[in-house]
Structure formats: C-alpha cells, structure tokens
C-alpha cells in the first residue's frame, strides 16, 4: 500500500506524494519529478496536502453495507 511521503526503494529516491486537482488536471505528471527534494519544497510551499484528510472524520459504514 502506498502511504504519503513514503520513500520508494528506487532510483533517484522517489516518494508517494498527494497531487493538488491542478496538477491531475494539467496531465504533466511524471513520477520521476516526486523525490525527497521535491517534496521538502512542496511542503515548504504549499503544506501538507493530506493533513485534511486525516484530520476529518470519515464513516465507512456505506463502503462496509455494499460489500455484505
């Protein structure tokens, strides 16, 4: 499972990373361009992009009901 911000045992250190709907959007997305040095900027720039998500409360009641 990939995590955010986990570091990829790789070449040139790439890491798992959450994307702004910009960036989606644009297509111009190489995970190549996704490494400890890139994401130290895109902290520094824009925040954390996850923290959101972690922070809200989520119900998996729906997703528990489809499966059964």
């Known amino acids: 499972m990939a995590f955010p ?9 790439p890491v798992s990373a959450p994307l702004t709907w910009e960036e989606v959007a644009a297509k111009k997305i190489n995970p190549g361009d ?3 040095h890139t994401i130290r900027r895109s902290l520094e720039e824009w ?3 996850y923290r959101e998500l972690l922070e809200r409360p989520n119900d998996l009641t ?3 009901e489809l499966a059964i």
């Open 62 to 64: 729906p997703l528990y």
């Open 34 to 36: 996704f490494n400890i």
């Open 5 to 13: 911000y986990s570091l990829r045992p790789l070449p040139g250190a």
């Open 47 to 49: 925040g954390d992009l």
